[in-house]
């Protein structure tokens, strides 16, 4: 059990913030695996891990915002959450079907298309303004769908909109926070009732996959969204389309 939670952990944590779809990559990781274990309390776990990376990694940002709260970036963050939380909720009913595994190709495809186009962009230098931060809250929401990649809808829209790819990106890992822990907090309602003998030990070990994959991936995109290299991300997609219908 403990490896295997690692493994979800790890899973997580990389692909929480690369973009190519974290929810998408659990779903078919149990799949795969016939992962039979407390997916649920499971996912709070991870999630919670990959919060404290985003707070770790972007610990100056944060500051700055926290030291100016009526700042035009804190106003957009809360503007652009807005969106995406009126979204998920009129999707929350659809997340049975949609986390099925029948969806995962067209999610992994369409974010695909996404990064290739994203990667062909001119470069701008562009702030993320309040229209944008709005688009991008919209997208945000839309990647609920497993397979469509939260940080790469969500950086595209934002460089499609004409905004600086390290801004949008950085406006991206923030965006995560409210969302992440707001997942979080919902899912902590649905098993309120069943805590008792949680496994401790694996979940811990969940936790700290999920930490430090994500921080190790946060730094990754980081560097790659600098060297404009999203396209390869769109390659690794399109080769799991062609898997998963290969062989799923």
């Known amino acids: 059990m403990i490896i295997l939670y690692l493994m979800l952990g790890i899973l997580q944590g990389l692909t929480e913030f690369l973009p190519v779809s974290s929810s998408g990559h659990i779903v078919l990781f149990g799949l795969i695996f016939d992962v039979q274990t407390d997916i649920l309390l499971l996912s709070i776990v991870v999630h919670l891990g990959t919060l404290i990376s985003v707070f ?3 610990r100056k940002q944060i500051w700055e915002l926290l030291k100016k709260p009526l700042d035009k970036k804190m106003i957009n963050l809360v503007l652009a959450t807005i969106p995406t939380i009126l979204i998920v909720f009129l999707l929350k009913d659809y997340v049975d079907i949609m986390f099925s595994g029948k969806f995962l190709v067209i999610g992994f495809f369409a974010t695909a298309i996404l990064l290739a186009v994203a990667d062909m962009m001119p470069i701008r230098k562009n702030a993320v303004k309040l229209p944008t931060a709005i688009i991008m809250g919209i997208t945000q929401g839309l990647a609920i769908l497993p397979g469509l990649s939260r940080s790469g809808t969500t950086i595209t829209t934002g460089i499609l909109c004409g905004a600086d790819k390290e801004k949008a990106t950085e406006f991206s890992f923030l965006m995560s926070i409210p969302i992440i822990l707001g997942s979080a907090l919902y899912e902590c309602k649905e098993i309120s009732t069943n ?26 995109m980081l560097k790659i969204i600098k060297n404009n290299k999203l396209i390869y991300f769109s390659y690794y997609l399109i080769a799991l389309c062609i898997c998963i219908v290969a062989f799923l």
């Open 56 to 58: 770790v990694c972007m």
């Open 195 to 220: 805590i008792i003998n949680l496994p401790i030990i694996p979940l811990l070990v969940a936790f700290l996959g999920a930490f430090l994959s994500g921080i190790l991936s946060i730094k990754i």
